[in-house]
């Protein structure tokens, strides 16, 4: 089909009625976005939960193991008896 042929075509198909439409159609559609966008609201607030406790377990995790402080140094011996 080359593309006269194919323009043609898409012609007669968009001249002609729509299809009919089941009459319950808008109301599914609203209810499956409805229902999309709860589990959307759901998803990002848990999402939200989970980065604020994990905020808070490296918060407490920091306070007590202070990983920014180097550890004492264990090359040499203590110095006594002077």
Not at 32 to 47: D, I, N, P, T, Y
Request: one cysteine or more.
């Amino acid at each position: 089909m080359n593309r006269p042929e194919r323009e043609a075509a898409v012609r007669q198909i968009m001249e002609q009625a729509p299809a009919p439409l089941p009459p319950d159609l808008y109301a599914e559609a609203v209810r499956r976005g409805e229902r999309m966008l709860r589990r959307a609201r759901l998803v990002r607030r848990m999402l939200w939960l989970l980065a604020c406790a994990a905020a808070v377990a490296f918060s407490v995790w920091a306070a007590h193991a202070h990983p920014w402080m180097l550890p004492p140094s264990q090359t040499t011996p203590p110095v006594t008896g002077w």
